[in-house]
């Protein structure tokens, strides 16, 4: 860049409009305001102490893992309105396997797994012949998968909860990677510095009130971190952009625009199917009634996070943000012992808010008036 | 000098309607053809049969002599055949880098991970555009912020760069200032200058003659013949587009502004 050719026209713009124009730069304000503001609201209430960490990283964990999906699917351009219909869907099927059909926990959660990315290209491909909103198409799913998802137990078992997994999946090995807890011994020891608290009385008195990270977080960290890596580092990333900008434009220049929206749709459908299976191995049952909403929760998260409505900007960051500041303020709020309605007026104005500032950063971006 | 690329009596039916009835065109290395027509004339189906997107009903397409069939736009583009499309080159939101890569990303190996090269993707950028004459402020701008002529650079450099032989231009003026279009048509001219031959499509005269070095016109689908340049007037070429008589009337009524 030699400074004796550059235009004079060019303006010079300060650092503060540069760093404005990373999609990130909303949420780590909003993620430090949420810090601050519960810091001093409700530090005594238990929030930051290591089981209050783990209360509300956990709860964060759960918004990140479909936000990732849904960050990189809004970013090349489309939504998956079945992200919530998918995780009771997918929850139910491993109950229906494992329990019902006796089937060994790692057979039913990988089944599963097939099923519901095959779901989720279904979704791609309809969207991509058809030429209709994804919006549309995925509502209908949003209702054909629920549909599905209260009919089979009540068919199978007379009843819309499938209890019993807990028990189906002891020492199973690929349930461990889903309901575990790793890090026990280094918990057992923190707890014998006296840096955590343990148990007084009851069953577990002695153990440590927090004795591992569950395996669910760490799900959580790895899919941002390898949906940060492949959107930012890859050419494939650099596809995702580019369908979502303008695929028309991407066509032309070579970019497999139909392969990149399937692919991600597919993507959306195995991190709903994470969640899901995180929570049958919690929960140790399948309900009907899981993930209700979860797909508005998914994209308020991304919103938040930075990413366009439009498709072609964004950031997995960013949206991982997002799901940190939905969760923190979520639990933030019962700890500080505020009405929990209230949760969802402020929810409300931060998404307004989030898209508000969205487009004006677009504004400086694309130059529009 | 032969031609580098041609089409000989090309036709293209879309059902019952005849959108090109036998054009014949050529381009030769170093050549500036421009191909001019009105609006619906056939000029959009004519490129897109060059480019690959549609296949012709009948006619022969040639390439250094040698007759190619193109089943899609990625073959045509392998035989160094590349579209600058007006308002489809580019994506705003991306940066100029990410832009100029697209579908051609380089890549490097780091510990088993193929990964787009991100310096070597700026550096080339940086370097390319600096040729054309555009500075940029740094290979992440992004192409919302630069101007139409600008991005239409951007894009011709992008296909120079990827090996076009044959680089067809899709009224790359029309959208375009005075200040552009000039930077625009210097653009052409370094384009040519560097042995590739450009198709240049457009309904603006003074704009074709200030680069062409040769004129086809086309109307109602069908090519109505070559001119080399210095042997026909504006006039000429602005009657033949309109098909003769009805802009002499019109032309008689505007004064002779048109």
């Known amino acids: 860049m030699s400074d004796s050719t550059q235009d004079e026209r060019i303006k010079n713009i300060s650092p503060l409009r540069q760093a404005l124009v990373r999609p990130e730069l909303g949420s780590i304000a909003g993620t430090i305001i949420v810090f601050l503001f519960f810091g001093f609201l409700a530090f005594d209430s238990g929030m930051f102490s290591p089981r209050g960490v783990l209360n509300w990283s956990t709860v964060s964990a759960q918004f990140m893992i479909i936000a990732v999906g849904a960050c990189l699917l809004m970013i090349a351009g489309e939504f998956d309105l079945s992200v919530g219909s998918m995780i009771g869907f997918a929850g139910m099927m491993i109950a229906i396997f494992s329990v019902t059909l006796q089937w060994p926990v790692w057979t039913s959660i990988c089944v599963t797994f097939v099923l519901c990315t095959a779901l989720g290209a279904l979704n791609g491909y309809i969207v991509i012949r058809t030429g209709l909103p994804s919006f549309i198409v995925t509502l209908a799913f949003l209702f054909i998968l629920r549909g599905f998802t209260i009919f089979f137990p009540q068919l199978i078992e007379r009843k819309t909860i499938i209890g019993g997994v807990s028990d189906a999946a002891d020492r199973d090995w690929l349930a461990s990677l889903f309901g575990g807890k790793v890090g026990e011994p280094v918990f057992v020891w923190l707890a014998d510095l006296g840096l955590i608290d343990v148990f007084e009385r009851g069953s577990r008195a002695g153990q440590p009130v927090v004795d591992g990270i569950p395996a669910l977080i760490l799900w959580a960290i790895g899919l941002v971190i390898f949906g940060h890596f492949v959107l930012t580092r890859t050419r494939f990333g650099n596809w995702i952009f580019a369908s979502g900008g303008d695929a028309q434009a991407a066509r032309y220049a070579g970019v497999p625009v139909n392969r990149v929206k399937i692919l991600m749709f597919m993507f959306s459908a195995f991190c709903a199917c994470v969640f899901a299976t995180c929570q049958v191995m919690e929960f140790g049952s399948a309900g009907a009634d899981r993930g209700l909403l979860k797909e508005f929760e998914a994209i308020i998260a991304v919103v938040i996070g930075g990413a366009l409505l439009t498709g072609g900007y964004g950031s997995v960051i960013g949206a991982a943000l997002g799901a940190l500041i939905f969760g923190v303020v979520q639990q933030g709020l019962f700890f500080a012992g505020v009405e929990s309605s209230l949760f969802r007026v402020f929810l409300g104005v931060l998404l307004l808010a989030a898209v508000i500032l969205n487009t004006y950063i677009r504004r400086i971006i694309t130059g529009e008036k | 000098m032969d031609p580098l690329f041609e ?58 002599g040698q007759e190619v069939r193109f089943e899609d736009p990625r073959q045509a583009i ?65 192409v919302g912020t630069l101007s139409g002529g600008e991005r239409q650079t951007v894009a011709i450099a992008r296909a120079v760069y990827f090996g076009a032989k044959v680089l067809i231009l899709d009224e790359p003026t029309s959208a375009l200032g005075v200040r552009q279009t000039a930077n625009v048509l210097a653009t052409v001219d370094r384009v040519r200058e560097n042995g590739i031959a450009v198709v240049f499509i457009t309904h603006n005269v003074r704009h074709a003659l200030a680069v062409g070095d040769r004129f086809t016109v086309l109307n109602r689908g069908k090519t109505l013949g070559t001119a080399n340049k210095g042997e026909i007037t504006p006039e000429e070429l602005q009657d033949l587009m309109a098909g003769g008589q009805e802009l002499v009337e019109l032309e008689s009524s505007l004064g002779g502004t048109v």
Do not use: W
């Open chain 2, 7 to 64: 089409m000989q009596d090309v036709e293209k039916h879309f059902g019952t309607v005849i959108a090109l009835g036998g054009v014949n065109f050529s381009v030769s290395e170093g050549e500036c053809h421009c191909l001019l027509g009105d609006n619906g004339a056939g000029k959009s189906t004519l490129i897109k049969t060059m480019s690959g997107v549609h296949a012709p009903t009948s006619g022969r397409l040639l390439m250094r």
């Open chain 2, 78 to 142: 392998s035989q160094g055949i590349a579209t600058v499309y007006q308002d489809l080159a580019m994506i705003p939101l991306m940066s100029v880098s990410r832009n100029f890569f697209m579908g051609n990303e380089p890549i490097k190996r780091r510990f088993g991970f193929i990964l787009f090269d991100h310096e070597r993707a700026d550096k080339v950028t940086m370097d390319e555009m600096r040729k054309m004459g555009i500075n940029l402020r740094g290979p992440h701008q992004a």
